[in-house]
């Protein structure tokens, strides 16, 4: 009996040029980032999850949740327009089987194209089928984020848990820095984002005192 394969680059020719991946953004504070899921049984708590953290912990203005329904292939031109249009960086996943990771990092090659930086998340039991995509869409050695295998039969506090532990290699995919630098980073925006509250704070009992005397002055009048 023979056994159909499933080929996840839509059947696309190899691209023997090499690949010019995006130059990865130096800040994600105020950035927009695009979450593109593949409907893999928790892969939307995932990249949530994700998306989530780094609106918390590095100042993302905010998150774009997106859905590929055809988890096999490369997502559609109008969604690669959309995201490419719309975003700054994107989170990519879960790659949870072989041709799921394989098309998780075909989108990922694509948006680098279109010179926007993605962060691919695989489980590790695919890494070959993700190496071998992106081989043949020119990019080889393209790095993507790494969890254990598999996702879909975890709890939503271990999916929580497994994008805590994603996050320092998603941000340094996104960034381009290394994991240092990606702490120092969230260690930055931290205390950035602390000092405006403070400094709101500071400012608004003074401004409360500067309109009492002309409330009271216009009473008077």
Same mark, same amino acid.
């Given at each position: #009996? ?6 996840? +680059?839509?059947? !696309? ?11 990865? %953004?130096? &800040? ?10 593949? +409907?893999? @049984? ?23 949740p997106r859905t590929k329904f055809a988890f096999a292939l490369p997502m559609p031109d109008e969604l690669l327009d959309e995201l490419a249009g719309t975003c700054q960086a994107v989170v990519v996943g879960v790659g949870d089987c072989g041709s799921c990771s394989g098309s998780a990092?075909?989108?990922?090659? !694509?948006?680098? &194209? &279109? ?13 070959? +089928? !993700?190496?071998? #995509? ?10 993507? =984020? ?8 975890? +709890? ?8 805590? @532990?994603?996050?320092? &290699? ?14 120092? /980073?969230?260690? /930055?925006?931290?205390?950035? /984002? ?8 500071? %400012? *608004?009992? @003074?401004?409360? =005192? ?5 409330? /009271?002055?216009?009473? *008077?009048?």
């Amino acid at each position: #009996m023979v056994n159909a394969i499933l080929d996840p +680059t839509g059947g !696309a020719a190899r691209i023997r040029e090499d690949v010019l991946l995006a130059s990865p %953004r130096a &800040r994600l504070r105020g950035a927009t980032i695009g979450l593109l899921e593949n +409907t893999k @049984q928790n892969a939307s708590l995932f990249l949530d999850e994700v998306g989530k953290l780094l609106v918390e912990r590095f100042g993302v203005a905010a998150v774009v949740p997106r859905t590929k329904f055809a988890f096999a292939l490369p997502m559609p031109d109008e969604l690669l327009d959309e995201l490419a249009g719309t975003c700054q960086a994107v989170v990519v996943g879960v790659g949870d089987c072989g041709s799921c990771s394989g098309s998780a990092v075909a989108d990922g090659v !694509a948006l680098e &194209r &279109r010179g926007i930086p993605a962060a691919v998340i695989c489980t590790e039991a695919f890494t070959v +089928t !993700a190496d071998a #995509m992106a081989a043949l869409k020119g990019a080889t050695g393209y790095e993507y =984020a790494t969890t254990g295998h598999p996702v879909a039969v975890l +709890t939503p506090d271990e999916v929580r848990e497994r994008a805590e @532990q994603a996050l320092p &290699r998603v941000v340094t995919l996104l960034t381009g820095g290394d994991r240092e630098g990606s702490a120092a /980073s969230a260690r /930055s925006e931290l205390a950035s /984002s602390s000092r405006e509250r403070e400094e709101r704070a500071q %400012r *608004a009992p @003074q401004s409360g =005192a500067n309109e009492g005397p002309v409330a /009271s002055e216009r009473g *008077a009048a």
